[in-house]
T-cell receptor, first 111, second 113 residues
Framework: AQSVTQPDIHITVSEGASLELRCNYSYGATPYLFWYVQSPGQGLQLLLKYFSGDTLVQGIKGFEAEFKRSQSSFNLRKPSVHWSDAAEYFCAVGSADGLTFGKGTHLIIQP | EADIYQTPRYLVIGTGKKITLECSQTMGHDKMYWYQQDPGMELHLIHYSYGVNSTEKGDLSSESTVSRIRTEHFPLTLESARPSHTSQYLC????????????FGPGTRLLVL
């Protein structure tokens, strides 16, 4: 069975600083990987996804993620965060039956 | 912009009541899903459907039931609500296989007293 680990429950970053959110997955075949963002009281919005090809994928809102098969990782990055990026971020792996999510990382932005 | 709707957005109800959470999508998607999310926790898949008259249980055992009589509609029912059912319920849909984006509704926050 697939699983996703997000080792950081909370991360605090100063506005304008760079960001990296970690995600490790366990999956038997080529994984379909996703990053979603959830603002308070809202549903989930897709930031980006990977299923093949270039291992560096670009998403919305200036986010990117890099797939590293050797490390079973799919870390999310942003060069300069904005206060509006404060939210909960979920990494997920897709299968025929649906998505398996990590526990999420809560991102706090300091002024 | 995804067109997937959930009602009600918030529901406070007493123990033992029957409730139905509504989910509708206007994108013509065949696959639909229900996830349960406790505060500050990950989402767990509780039900999914491949299309009309198809329903399957997800990874997390749930006392809720679902039906899929129409493509656009995927309601979730609790016959007798209990405090342990207090959670957020998120509905999602997708057009295809595991590489396709799932579009999420805004969720229903349920509080059972």
């Amino acid at each position: 069975a697939q699983s996703v680990t997000q080792p950081d429950i909370h991360i605090t970053v100063s506005e304008g600083a760079s960001l990296e959110l970690r995600c490790n997955y366990s999956y038997g075949a080529t994984p379909y990987l996703f990053w979603y963002v959830q603002s308070p009281g809202q549903g989930l919005q897709l930031l980006l996804k990977y299923f093949s090809g270039d291992t560096l994928v670009q998403g919305i809102k200036g986010f990117e993620a890099e797939f590293k098969r050797s490390q079973s990782s799919f870390n999310l990055r942003k060069p300069s965060v904005h206060w509006s990026d404060a939210a909960e971020y979920f990494c997920a792996v897709g299968s025929a039956d649906g998505l398996t999510f990590g526990k999420g990382t809560h991102l706090i932005i300091q002024p | 912009e995804a067109d997937i709707y959930q009602t009600p957005r918030y529901l406070v109800i007493g123990t033992g009541k029957k409730i139905t959470l509504e989910c509708s999508q206007t994108m013509g998607h065949d696959k639909m899903y229900w996830y349960q999310q406790d505060p500050g926790m990950e989402l767990h898949l509780i039900h999914y459907s491949y299309g009309v008259n198809s329903t399957e249980k997800g990874d997390l055992s749930s006392e809720s039931t679902v039906s899929r009589i129409r493509t656009e509609h995927f309601p979730l029912t609790l016959e007798s609500a209990r405090p342990s059912h207090t959670s957020q319920y998120l509905c999602a849909s997708t057009s295809g296989g595991p590489r396709e984006t799932q579009y999420f509704g805004p969720g229903t926050r349920l509080l059972v007293l």
